[in-house]
């Protein structure tokens, strides 16, 4: 089935620091992929999103590529912000069916710090 | 873009009643909608998927009489915690697809803390 293995957290930077969270998946033909963010008590947003190999998704400086040879999605930003502190959830949907429900990773908190 | 609505957003209620959340698509209709559990600094886990006019789809190990869901419509999806009990507090969070979004986009309600007291 598909999962998706996040790198772990907690993750604290200082403001303007660079940031990566590694994301990598396991699915069957070409999933989409998408990062979500959650700030506290609040619902999920979508943050940004591939729908096809070497498509780059981007939003408000975040940046993740789609890798199918690698099979990753990793999220980056050249520059984090003390507003930019919440938890981050990579997350997959597959092709047709009920493989198009949404696939979570495990969630990354970062906060940053002034 | 699409918007999801869910109510509410808080509830503390006593344990052995029955507290129902509401999700709504504001902005389209939605055949399919889903309902995730999050325990604290932990993943969202699926918890059903929700069929407009047909019953709901449970994950393995969810209670289906313990959560009930009613999906009457194309715009609305309840979820009822019936004999709620302090096990049962956690963080709902539905969400749906706009089927016109070919990118399969979905979209989050802001979610709804329940406390069982």
């Known amino acids: 089935g598909n999962s998706v293995t996040q790198m772990e957290g907690p993750v604290t930077l200082s403001e303007e620091a660079f940031l990566t969270i590694n994301c990598t998946y396991t699915a069957t033909g070409y999933p989409s992929l998408f990062w979500y963010v959650q700030y506290p008590g609040e619902g999920l947003q979508l943050l940004l999103k591939?729908?096809?190999?070497?498509d780059k998704g981007s939003n408000k400086g975040f940046e993740a590529t789609y890798r199918k040879e690698t099979t990753s999605f990793h999220l980056e930003k050249g520059s984090v912000q003390v507003s930019d502190s919440a938890v981050y959830f990579c997350?997959?949907?597959?092709?047709?069916?009920?493989?198009?429900?949404?696939?979570f990773g495990s969630g990354t908190q970062l906060t940053v710090l002034p | 873009g699409a918007v999801v609505s869910q109510h509410p957003s808080w509830v503390i209620c006593k344990s052995g009643t029955s507290v129902k959340i509401e999700c709504r698509s504001l902005d389209f209709q939605a055949t399919t909608m889903f309902w995730y559990r999050q325990f604290p600094k932990q993943s969202l886990m699926l918890m059903a998927t929700?069929?407009?006019?047909?019953?709901?789809?449970?994950e393995q190990g969810v209670e289906k009489d313990k959560f009930l869901i009613n999906h009457a419509s194309l715009t609305l999806s309840t979820l009822t915690v019936t004999s709620a009990h302090p096990e049962d507090s956690s963080f709902y969070i539905c969400s749906a697809r706009d089927p016109q979004d070919i990118n399969y986009g979905y979209t989050f309600g802001s979610g709804t803390r329940l406390t069982v007291v």
């Open positions: 929700s069929n407009e006019g047909s019953k709901a789809t449970y």
């Open positions: 997350a997959l949907s597959g092709v047709s069916g009920s493989a198009r429900q949404l696939t």
């Open positions: 591939a729908t096809k190999a070497d």
